[in-house]
Every structure is written in structure tokens, then in C-alpha cells.
């Protein structure tokens, strides 16, 4: 379905004071709000890793849009506060480098790129010298090419002494994890293509039996000193690798292959031994929605993130904790009024640390027992919290409406974080506008948002926009976002809401909109425009909505709902709950909201589809849609454009091929993108758009 996430702060309309923020009371001309060439020249910073003595930061930067939007790594020297780029890539790599880690002695990195014909893991002394990669060659575990119905068919193979033995394959590294003495390195590597099945590939012979593909992801142990790889008999395929601080054994968790989860959770998870890794033990207690986890400080316990125990949309998950030796299980975070699951699990001791959503801020979180203690940080969303082996340093990234990102650094949580300088993430100053945390009543819930006034607020009424996140199961946070400085930029307030569904205010609120899609939801959206149009200082007559994902179908409803916006804006909609249902990548998700399959729940189904409103739009409506969408694919925005330009109401449809569904959101939205113009085009076609609906030159 759809899994566009964003989120943001709460206090009630009437609680607002003042309804300009002062860093709104600038001059015309000193105000300089993004232009559109302005988004394509912003960079991003995410993963900081603090080195083993703690006076080090490694950090991934991607390259603005502008200049490729690759990723590489950079070094801050915490002491001197300074910063220098550690790693570039050749004109020939599109991705550079990514996934940087501390070997555990401090003396050499490791990060991931794709230099040559394959994906490699390289090791950069921190001394001096070139980073070298691994050499990753394994015997091919699967070789289709010899299969008894290959085309064109597998010749007998000689018997004997002299018959051939499969050669090792140069393969790809996916991902890695280093165990904490850094004598083993646990990585992910895709079955490699056999000479067999290339020559299949290129003769043509290229037919693709759906959900039958033996090739996998499987864990392998490499040893960094030697360079030698030892198979585990882990099955695939494996997502992710937790090691114990002993570094004797580690946990893997595996996924189904094949569309297994399409049918339902099916999730494993694994312990293998270091020394022993050809007989790994399935952890037969855990549940099949385990995701990521750590070990507590003794190995006597697992820490993990999986399905919450209420009847909440998948996905929405509990923090547990498994003790190894019975694998039972208790929940931590039964209850809680917030959402977990940002990040990983970060042991503490006896205690545990999960990154959570607080209404529209974000945190850290300390379970310890029943007890929860949310942490204090000076910025209102926090995440990507990495801290060394003893915990005596600590790093995260950190930012607020008007604080662009920042990398942060502290000796212990708690204490008054120091600022890293890093690389400017923009090319010029912008305006930065605070937004205003609002709230209202909308059926018997109280509903969150996040409003954002230009500085034209403070002479007269201003056109508004209304932006819906997406997920359903996503979140408007606290933090800064490019396109709304964009939007703010062209003279518009912009209303970002948090309707039921939504995470940050616990599971029952997240699963409001079981089997009322379009309902609830909308009405809490609307009720957020007649409140802040009767607080602020909002032009009733220039409304316009825009939404991707779950924010796009939403305009879908709206299209066919209300004639209340002048214009309206939908990216990578869902229209069709059944034809979308039979054609998205995976179906899992939407199952739940419509209770079930949905030729089993017909009407359900189509009464939380857009298109059953389609008879009566009237509003100009904008789909904007990436061709290689498998999360929303191609054939929904198709559904409605065609349904709306039959009814005779105006219509656009923008394609973007190669596209997929989460790329051309982050793209329009401002974050670094290897397509130097889809995202420029986008937010050009949106601004058109609205102008023109408004009246506007």
C-alpha cells in the first residue's frame, strides 16, 4: 500500500500566545526562502559512528542533486571540532560510498561501494594509504543453468574424478556487521550469478517462474585477517545480524523467500555460534514479526522490535525482551502512549534504550523494568544515536522546524551536548520558519498538527496549504523539512496534520482507521482547516491539498468529498484498493485495513477507494507518478486520470521513469537524488499548478 513517512509539535490553538513566530518578522527584502535550483542543492548527513576512543565521528554526507547525489563518508574530530571529507568515489560510481564502521581497534574503516562491476566491502586505514576492498568469492550455491528443465537444456554433466567442480564467484556484499573483538565479520551476500545463468541471460533464455527464485541472501563469516570466508547454514534469506559483547555468538534474522510474506509475518530468527557456524539453533519462540535487535551486556537476553500486541496496523511495533535460556518473552513497552521502533535497540546495562514518538517530537527512550524515562535533548527530534563500547561517548543527529540538522555529541546522555561542525548541508542561508504546534477536537479524538505562516501572515490573509502525510501508519515530526521552506517560500502557509492512524499517540490511535479509510481521517483533516482558518490568518477562498503515498490517496478522498480547495495534488496514490491489492509489491499491509482480502470484502473495499468518488470531482487534480512505483504502482494514478478526464474535470498526470516509489517522494521533497531534474520538475509542476488554481501570476 503505502510507506511515505514524515511527522511534527502539539499545543492546543488556544494555548497559542502569539501568532507569529519572531524569526517571521523580517523585512521583505531580507527574507531569501528557497528557490527551486536552491532544493537541488541540498545535502544530507545520516549514520554518525563514533570511534572506539571516542574523540572521532565518522559520517555519511550525500551530495546535493546538483552535483549527483552521492554518498561519502566524512571524519570530525571531536576535539579540534573540525571536519574533512574521508572517501571519494571515481566519475565511473553513481552511489559512492556508504555504511561506514569503526574496526573495533580504532585503526581502520569499512564502508560499502560499488566501484566495479560489484557491490565490495573496502577497509581504509585511518593512517594513511588506499582503501583496498575484500576479496568476496564463494562457490555458488544455487546454479539454475543446471537445473533438469533449463533452457536451453543443461548438458549431462561427466561423472568421476574428472567431472568439474563449481569455481568460486566474485559476489556482492550487501551488508556487514563486525563483531565487537573484530576478529569476525558477519556479511550478507546475495547467491552470485553462475557462468551457466549468464549465458542463459544473454542468450535470452531469461523467463521469470514468479516467486520460484532460489537465489537468496545468506551470512557468511569473514575473517579480516586472512581475508577467509566460511559458509553458515543460516537459511536465507537473512535481513539482519545482531553479535553478542562476547562475540561469540550472534542472532540472525531471516525473512521467507519468495513472497512469503505476502501470506503472512515470516520472520525467523537464528543463534550461530562463531566457532560454530554450520549449525545455527532457530529461536523458536520468537515471533515471526522480529526486526532489529541487540543483546543485552551478558548474552542472557535479547532485546528486539516486533508486532505490537494490540490489534494495530502491521508494522506498528512493541519493544521485547527474550530471555535466551526458556525463550520467554515480555513485552517492555506494553501500552505505551507513544510509538517505538525508529532504531535499534541500544543495551544499557540492565536497561534498555529505543528511540520513540512523543505526539510530533521524538526521543530516546529508557525502559528499565516497567519504568519508561524519556530523555531530554535541546531539539525536538533526535535519532541515529550510536555511543562506543564502554557507552563514554555518545553521538546523534538532532534538529527542530527551524534548526536544520545537526550531528551532536555528548560523554553520556544527559549531559550538555557539545555541536559537531560538519559540512554545510546548504549552499546559501535560507529563512528558517518555526512551525506553530496546533491542535483541535475532531469526533472524540484530539488531533495534532504543525502550522507554518510566511512572513505575509503578519499584513493580511494568506493561501493555505494542507499536506498529508504518508503511511497511514507515518507521522508529521518536529523537524526541518526543505519543501515546506519551499511552500512558505511562495507566500503559502502550510498545515501538516496528524489524523488518526498516525504514530506517536499509541496504538489505539494508529489503528483508528481499521476499515474507514477516507472517513475518520478526513474528517480530522478537515476539522484542522476550519481551526486554524478561524485562528489564523488564512485566506478561506485559496485552499489548495497536496499528499504523497497515504497523503496521496487521501487526496483522492478529498477530490471527491469536497469542492473546498481550488486545487489539488496527489503523488504515488493508492485509487483502487482491489486492483491495487492484485498488483503492489507486497499485500500484507493493506489486508489489515479492510479486514481481509478484498474480493472477500468487496464493499470495504471500495468504499475506502478514491475512485468511488470519482463521479463526483470537480477540483483541478495533479498525479504526479514514478513509472518503476512497486509500491504504488504505475496503473493507480493511470485509474484516476483517466476517470477524472472522462468526467470532464481538469486533470494532469506527470510521469517519471525509473522512478520508484520512495525516490521520487525524497526527490521532490529536497533530499539528494541521483535524477538531477525529477525533483525540480515536481515541485515546479506543483507550484504552477496551485498558482494558477489561486489566480496567482
Known amino acids: 500500500m503505502l510507506l511515505c513517512m514524515l ?24 527574507d531569501h526562502f528557497p528557490t527551486n535550483e536552491d532544493m537541488r542543492h541540498v545535502r544530507s548527513m545520516a549514520a554518525p559512528k563514533i570511534s572506539p576512543d571516542g574523540q572521532s565521528v565518522l559520517i555519511q554526507i550525500a551530495d546535493a542533486t546538483a552535483d549527483g547525489g552521492k554518498s561519502h563518508l566524512w571524519l570530525v574530530d571531536v576535539k579540534a571540532n573540525t571536519s574533512r571529507q ?34 565490495q566491502l573496502f577497509r581504509l586505514p585511518m593512517n594513511g594509504g588506499e582503501a583496498h576492498p575484500f576479496e568476496v568469492k564463494i562457490v555458488p550455491p544455487v546454479d539454475e543453468s ?58 535470452k533464455a531469461d523467463a521469470i517462474w514468479v516467486n520460484h527464485n532460489p537465489h537468496g541472501s545468506r551470512l557468511y563469516l569473514l575473517d579480516p585477517a586472512d581475508g577467509k570466508i566460511t559458509a553458515t547454514s543460516v537459511p536465507p534469506d537473512v535481513q539482519r545480524v545482531a553479535w553478542t559483547q562476547q562475540s561469540d555468538r550472534l542472532l540472525a534474522v531471516t525473512e521467507g523467500m519468495n513472497g512469503a510474506g505476502d501470506l ?98 521524538t526521543t530516546l527512550i529508557r525502559f528499565d523494568g516497567e519504568r519508561r524515562e524519556p530523555l531530554h535533548f535541546d ?36 549531559d550538555t551536548p557539545q555541536t559537531l561542525n560538519t559540512p554545510n548541508l ?39 496549504i494542507v499536506d498529508v502525510h504518508g503511511g497511514p501508519t507515518g507521522a508529521f515530526e518536529e523537524n526541518w523539512n526543505a519543501l515546506t521552506e519551499f ?28 476499515n474507514d479509510m477516507g472517513g475518520g481521517d478526513y474528517r480530522d483533516i478537515m476539522a484542522g482547516v476550519d481551526a486554524v482558518l478561524a485562528k489564523y490568518p488564512i485566506d478561506p477562498s485559496k485552499l489548495a491539498l497536496m499528499g504523497y503515498s497515504y497523503g496521496g490517496e487521501m487526496a483522492g478522498f478529498v477530490e471527491g468529498r469536497t469542492d473546498r480547495f481550488k486545487a489539488i495534488v496527489s503523488g504515488a496514490p493508492v485509487i483502487d484498493q482491489e486492483s491495487e491489492y492484485g498488483t503492489e509489491d507486497s499485500s500484507w499491509y493493506d489486508r489489515w485495513f479492510y479486514g481481509g482480502y478484498p474480493w472477500e470484502h468487496a464493499e ?94
Open 7 to 30: 511527522k511534527f509539535s502539539g499545543c492546543t490553538l488556544l494555548a497559542a500566545v502569539c501568532l507569529f513566530s519572531p524569526s517571521l518578522a523580517h523585512a521583505a527584502g531580507e
Open 86 to 119: 574521508l572517501t571519494y568515489s571515481p566519475s565511473s560510481d553513481k552511489r559512492g560510498e556508504s555504511a561506514g564502521q569503526w574496526m573495533p581497534d580504532g585503526e581502520s574503516i569499512l564502508f560499502v561501494a560499488h566501484r566495479g562491476e560489484h557491490t
Open 146 to 203: 543446471t537445473a533438469a528443465d533449463a533452457i536451453p537444456p543443461a548438458k549431462k554433466a561427466s561423472a568421476g574424478p574428472e567431472a568439474a567442480k563449481p569455481e568460486p564467484v566474485e559476489a556482492d556484499v550487501s551488508r556487514y556487521f563486525i563483531a565487537p573483538d573484530g576478529k569476525h565479520i558477519a556479511i550478507l551476500v546475495r547467491d552470485p550469478e553462475t557462468p551457466g545463468e549468464k549465458k542463459e541471460h544473454d542468450d
Open 264 to 361: 503472512a509475518p515470516a520472520g525467523a530468527a537464528w543463534v550461530v555460534s562463531a566457532a560454530d557456524p554450520a549449525h545455527p539453533s532457530q529461536i523458536k519462540s520468537a515471533p515471526a514479526t522480529i526486526g532489529a535487535a541487540a543483546w543485552s551486556p551478558d548474552g542472557s537476553r535479547i532485546y528486539f522490535l516486533a508486532q505490537n500486541e494490540a490489534d494495530a496496523p502491521p508494522g506498528y511495533e512493541d519493544l521485547y525482551e527474550m530471555t535466551v535460556a526458556d525463550g520467554s518473552i515480555h513485552n517492555l513497552s506494553a501500552g505505551f502512549e507513544g510509538s517505538t521502533g525508529h532504531d535499534e535497540p541500544i543495551a544499557e546495562g540492565d536497561k534498555v534504550l529505543e528511540s520513540a514518538e512523543l505526539g510530533t517530537h
Open 379 to 414: 531539539t525536538t527530534t533526535v535519532s541515529q544515536f550510536n555511543t562506543n563500547a564502554k557507552h563514554a561517548a555518545w553521538v546523534w543527529l538532532g534538529s527542530s522546524s527551524d534548526k536544520l540538522p545537526a550531528l551532536y555529541y555528548a560523554d553520556k546522555l544527559g
Open 426 to 464: 546548504l549552499s546559501a542561508t535560507w529563512t528558517q520558519v518555526a512551525s506553530q504546534p496546533v491542535s483541535w477536537k475532531s469526533d472524540a479524538f484530539t488531533i495534532e498538527g504543525l502550522l507554518y505562516l510566511p512572513p505575509q501572515a503578519a499584513k493580511g490573509k494568506v493561501p493555505l
Open 487 to 514: 511552500l512558505v517560500g511562495q507566500g503559502w502557509a502550510v498545515l501538516r496534520t496528524n489524523p488518526r492512524g498516525s504514530t506517536g499517540y499509541g496504538a489505539v490511535f494508529a489503528a483508528a482507521n481499521k
Open 604 to 697: 470495504s473495499a471500495w468504499k475506502q477507494s478514491p475512485l468511488a468518488d470519482a463521479a463526483k470531482a470537480k477540483t483541478p487534480f495533479l498525479l504526479l507518478q514514478g513509472e518503476s512505483d512497486k509500491t504504488d504502482p504505475l496503473g493507480q494514478s493511470q485509474e484516476m486520470y483517466r476517470a477524472l478526464r472522462q468526467m470532464g474535470v481538469q486533470v494532469e498526470m506527470v510521469q517519471y521513469p525509473r522512478e520508484d516509489h520512495g525516490p521520487l517522494a525524497g526527490g521532490i521533497f529536497g533530499a539528494p537524488s541521483p535524477e538531477p531534474w525529477h525533483g525540480f520538475d515536481g515541485r515546479q509542476r506543483i507550484v504552477s499548478f496551485i498558482k494558477k488554481a489561486f489566480g496567482e501570476p
